[in-house]
Nanobody
């Protein structure tokens, strides 16, 4: 019901910055929360950050607090992840996801992912 398309990944040196974008299309009015997740090689997918589709409530993993900022532009149906002070351990495929109707639901829609590589 919702298509999510990520962009903005790339190669950056440690200490640098990147901004990821997640463009949503379709029945976006049903979105409750949009989140960013990441998966590094050989590791499980992990939560990075989330933001309510309406309102300003955000959440962050401890590993990115103070370095990453999630934001939203409802007019463009786009969610952003500003990543500063990047570290080699931030290297992963980053995925955008959405959950619908209520906070207790699972994330049901996922993007295709965008690669972020941080060199030391």
């Amino acid at each position: 019901q919702v298509l999510l398309v990520e962009s903005g990944g790339g190669l950056v040196q440690a200490g640098g910055s990147l901004r990821l974008s997640c463009a949503a299309s379709g029945r976006t009015f049903n979105i409750y929360t949009t989140g960013w997740f990441r998966q590094a090689p050989g590791k499980d997918r992990e939560f990075v950050a989330s933001i309510r589709w309406s309102g300003s409530t955000t959440g962050y993993a401890d590993s990115v607090k103070g370095r990453f900022t999630i934001s939203r532009d409802n007019a463009k149906n786009t969610v952003y992840l500003q990543m500063n002070s990047l570290k080699p351990e931030d290297t992963a495929i980053y995925y955008c996801a959405a959950k619908f109707y209520r906070p207790t639901n699972n994330y049901d829609s996922w993007g295709q992912g965008t690669q972020v590589t941080v060199s030391s």
